[in-house]
């Protein structure tokens, strides 16, 4: 076998994994210094009550749990990602920076050169090794991304994108809030309009659910208006090797996304000040990293695995076979308990 960092794209294709219909790591991330990859770094708490600023990302995660939000941004406790958002995460490095070069040089043999110089990042990044994966499934993660990474052109064809800005930067306040991300790339459109397009490595959503996934980057929309003073004409999203899905962009559409973002800020800063996160209990507290510290997930992963309601590859798993209960949500260490569980998930 080839030294895994020369990025061997010969391999058969393998299949997606069902853990992209499970949300990913897909948002504003920062480039870190010593592995060059995307990773999010989002210190949002400030010293008085309410977050210093909202991403879309954060936004998401606190609508989605209000004491994941907790655990991840008030007490620091790890989320490291898993093998779909790496895989994510080096495809969206590696279009970064295709994107960049003229538009005749960005090709699908250019970006296999891409692949193999940039591999190494992710190949030494600790979160990487930390999955400690066989030669294997080494092989299958890279053709994953690579895949991922081959799907923009089922999409576009890039050599004609004319790309205004990748990995930009945006700082605002949208309608009182303290916003920021990082949005994947800023187009001119044929009429010199801007878009602002979105990398999804994740599984395209249905066409009842798409709608609601454009929020991010009708937020990234506003974001770059408050800071250019130029609307975009279009907010996309590019499902890598699937389709794109996109909106026109209208003063209503963001005065909707930035008045949904004042109602998320309102509600975290409230809870900041009583010091009081309730957990959402649902399907999420499988693949939730602190199951283990929070009583009411941990119950929705037993009451799902005994009524089979759970996929056998949910992470939270793990904890049934030796429960914990915390002390009090989020504080102190995990306990252990002599609650019997199944050895095994098979279903």
């Not at 991304?145 to 052109?153: F, N, Q, S, T």
């Not at 050599?159 to 991300?181: C, H, I, M, Y």
């Amino acid at each position: 076998m080839e030294p895994v960092s020369d990025f061997d794209l010969d391999d058969d294709e393998f299949a997606e994994s069902a853990i992209d219909l499970l949300p990913t790591v897909e948002g504003p991330m920062e480039i870190v210094a010593d592995a060059g990859t995307r990773r999010l770094h989002e210190p949002d708490v400030g010293q008085r009550p309410g977050p210093r600023s909202l991403s879309p990302s954060s936004a998401s995660v606190y609508r989605t749990c209000p004491r994941r939000w907790k655990f991840r941004y008030v007490d620091n406790l790890a989320d490291p990602p898993g093998e779909a958002a790496l895989a994510g995460t080096f495809a969206h490095r590696v279009l970064e920076v295709l994107m960049q070069l003229p538009g005749a040089e960005r090709s699908i043999d250019q970006a296999k050169v891409l692949a193999r110089q940039l591999w190494p990042e992710t190949e030494h990044d600790p979160d990487f090794q930390a999955l400690e994966l066989d030669d294997d499934k080494g092989r299958q993660f890279r053709w994953r991304a690579w895949k991922a990474i081959e799907g923009l052109w089922r999409l576009e064809d890039p050599s004609q994108v004319n790309v205004d800005a990748t990995e930009a930067k945006v700082s605002v306040d949208l309608g009182g809030v303290p916003f920021r991300g990082i949005v994947d790339r800023v187009d001119r459109g044929p009429d010199g309009a801007l878009v602002v397009a979105d990398y999804k490595s994740g599984r395209a959503p249905s066409e009842r659910f798409a709608e609601s996934r454009l929020e991010q980057v009708l937020l990234y929309a506003a974001a770059v208006q408050a800071e250019r003073g130029e609307m975009p004409r279009l907010a996309r999203l590019l499902y890598l090797a699937q389709r794109t899905i996109e909106v026109e962009v209208t003063i209503d559409r963001l005065a909707t996304v930035v008045g949904d973002l004042g109602e998320t800020h309102r509600s975290l800063t409230a809870d900041m000040e009583a010091e009081s996160f309730d957990p959402t209990p649902g399907p999420l507290c499988g693949w939730c990293p602190y199951a283990d510290r929070c009583p009411e997930g941990l119950r929705e992963v037993e009451s799902r695995y005994d009524s089979g309601r759970i996929r056998v590859d949910a992470p939270a798993l793990v904890h049934l076979i030796n429960p914990v209960t915390p002390p009090a949500a989020g504080g102190g260490e995990p306990v252990a308990t002599a609650q019997a569980a199944p050895s095994t998930a098979t279903r």
